[in-house]
């Protein structure tokens, strides 16, 4: 009897710490087989991101490229950038689930905002050596963390190179390898440029669907690195080519306002009224001035706008 307890004891605590029953009850860090549901990232992108498909070709390639490939030879590394309200902080939010499925709420995620973590100046020494250790820490303990730096166009010069070793083609630093490893740059900066390029198109006849990476990764990355409100102003991430896209942001125009309208709507398990979505997609401002093709918030006060309207 005392045989059999002890090897049902055994059995027990085998079976209580085999990874699957224990992961299903903590968050543990994916495995080096995990791969990304493609055809889940890109339904979830066709049917929530409205007016990219840039960004959404990109990432979605970029984002398969690097999960199935099992031995990376540098972290991946994607800057998004355009106006507010566009979907960079969602298009962020989603690959993160993707990755890890508690997305902002996983241990395995971290999110950086320049004005709360780096807010002062004469600190950007502190800041360099903060960062460093925490993103050392947290790769040592999940090899595939996520770090997402938003606010970018307001980070002080020169802070954001302190990572630079940690994105560069070394196998290790310090005995750390941060290959594996996914960061996520957003930012406004470029945004002017970027509505200028979609707005040359609008107004040479072309479809905005006709724009290709091509047309603005160069300018883009130019910008920002002369731009000294971007955050990566003559930084060597640019200057070494560590990042691996420069992911633009079309500015919306109102078709795609009213899509955001319709979906705030059935997430708030309203039928869809379309009376009360032209009447939210007429409170916006749009741009220029003369056209008003697009709209200068993007879909960013829309759940603000429609709470105006829940009575109805």
Not at 40 to 53: E, I, M, P, Y
Not at 75 to 81: E, F, K, M, N, Q
Not at 272 to 280: N, T
Request: net charge neutral.
């Amino acid at each position: 009897s005392v045989s059999l307890a002890i090897g049902v004891a055994w059995a027990l605590t085998g079976y209580l710490s085999h990874p699957n029953f224990y992961c299903s009850y903590v968050e543990c860090c994916p495995s080096d087989g995990h791969r990304i549901n493609a055809t889940a990232l890109r339904v979830q992108l066709d049917t929530k991101l409205f007016g990219q498909h840039l960004a959404k070709d990109v990432v979605l390639k970029a984002m398969m490229g690097f999960t199935n490939n099992p031995s990376p030879k540098k972290p991946l590394t994607l800057s998004l950038h355009g106006w507010a309200g566009t979907g960079k902080n969602f298009l962020s939010q989603i690959l993160a689930e993707h990755v890890h499925p508690a997305g902002l709420h996983s241990k395995f995620v971290h999110l950086f905002l320049a004005t709360l973590h780096f807010p002062h100046q004469d600190k950007v020494k502190l800041y360099k050596e903060q960062l460093q250790n925490w993103i050392r820490g947290n790769v040592s303990a999940c090899p595939h963390s996520v770090f997402i730096f938003d606010e970018m166009d307001k980070m002080h010069p020169g802070l954001i190179d302190a990572i630079k070793p940690f994105l560069d083609y070394y196998e290790q630093v310090d005995r750390v390898s941060y290959r594996k490893a996914i960061f996520i740059f957003l930012s406004n900066a470029g945004g002017d440029l970027i509505n200028k390029a979609a707005l040359d198109f609008w107004t040479s006849g072309k479809s905005r669907e006709e724009i290709q990476l091509k047309d603005l990764e160069l300018m883009l990355s130019v910008g920002v690195f002369n731009n000294k409100n971007s955050g990566l102003w003559h930084s060597s991430l640019i200057d070494r080519n560590l990042i691996d896209y420069f992911v633009p942001f079309l500015p919306l125009e109102h078709k795609h306002v009213k899509m955001c309208v319709r979906a705030e709507m059935t997430a708030r398990g309203y039928a869809i009224d379309e009376k009360i979505v032209q009447a939210v997609a007429d409170e916006m401002t749009f741009f220029p001035k003369e056209q008003k093709i697009y709209s200068d918030k993007g879909c960013k006060t829309v759940q603000a706008k429609l709470d105006i309207h829940e009575d109805f």
